[in-house]
């Protein structure tokens, strides 16, 4: 079946530590989001790329960094883990970004933790 | 900018009861709308969309939403719920302009024996 999937499902990381998120997709979507979600809270649009054009949303901390080398494949990268960056870490994608209405797909989420 | 709001944000219900999650959106140009449910330790699945056409519009798992321009609203339903419908559900909306899709805060749904 085609799918998104995260890796890995659940991540540990320290204080300070750089950590990266991964997300893939068997879809052939030109679009992929990256979401924050917080306990009990809706999914907050951290940044999202069409094709190759990265997209920040304007209050996404400088803290957190995307890549997106292909197609298939986007990685989230937190480059200094604070307490408050644990999260649910939801990966998504659609069809196309161009106009509205096309349906997002998401992953299962990686669960971050930071101790 | 457009917003959703849920105006519920834990909704209890007795299985085989009837259920109703409230949703009313603000926008001034014309918008998308659409319900996903996210069972725990998941990702969101979507449930049912409006893009134009019938108000009325029926998706997975018997739940159905009505789209009220008038009212702003995009209230799901569903007329018997079961254990199984136990999660958190969430409406969004995006312009037509742009896939810029944003969530409501949630309703956790909870279906009790």
């Known amino acids: 079946d085609a799918m998104v999937i995260q890796n890995p499902r659940y991540q540990v990381t320290q204080f300070g530590k750089p950590v990266t998120l991964s997300c893939s997709q068997t879809?052939?979507?030109?679009?992929m989001y990256w979401y924050q979600q917080k306990s009990s809270q809706a999914p907050k649009l951290l940044f999202h790329?069409?094709?190759?054009?990265?997209?920040n949303e304007a209050d996404t901390p400088d803290n957190f960094q995307s890549r997106r080398p292909n197609t298939s494949f986007c990685f989230l990268d937190i480059r200094s883990p604070g307490l408050g960056d644990a999260a649910m870490y939801l990966c998504?994608?659609?069809?196309?970004?161009?106009?509205?209405?096309?349906?997002?797909?998401f992953g299962p989420g990686t669960r971050l933790t930071v101790t | 900018a457009q917003s959703v709001t849920q105006l519920d944000s834990q909704v209890p219900v007795f299985e085989e009861a009837p259920v109703e999650l409230r949703c009313n959106y603000s926008?001034?140009?014309?918008?998308?709308l659409f319900w996903y449910v996210q069972y725990p330790n998941q990702g969101l699945q979507l449930l049912l969309k409006?893009?134009?056409?019938?108000?009325l519009v029926k998706g997975i798992n018997g739940f159905e939403a009505e789209f009220n321009k008038s009212q702003t609203s995009f209230h799901l339903r569903k007329p018997s719920v079961h254990i199984s419908d136990t999660a958190e559900y969430f409406c969004?909306?995006?312009?037509?302009?742009?896939?810029?899709?944003?969530f409501g805060a949630g309703t956790r749904l909870t279906v009790k024996p």
């Open positions: 998504a994608t659609s069809r196309d970004g161009g106009t509205g209405g096309y349906e997002q797909y």
């Open positions: 879809l052939n979507h030109n679009v």
């Open positions: 790329y069409y094709d190759k054009d990265f997209n």
């Open positions: 926008s001034s140009v014309s918008v998308y």
């Open positions: 409006y893009l134009s056409g019938s108000t």
């Open positions: 969004a909306v995006s312009l037509t302009s742009r896939n810029d899709m944003r």
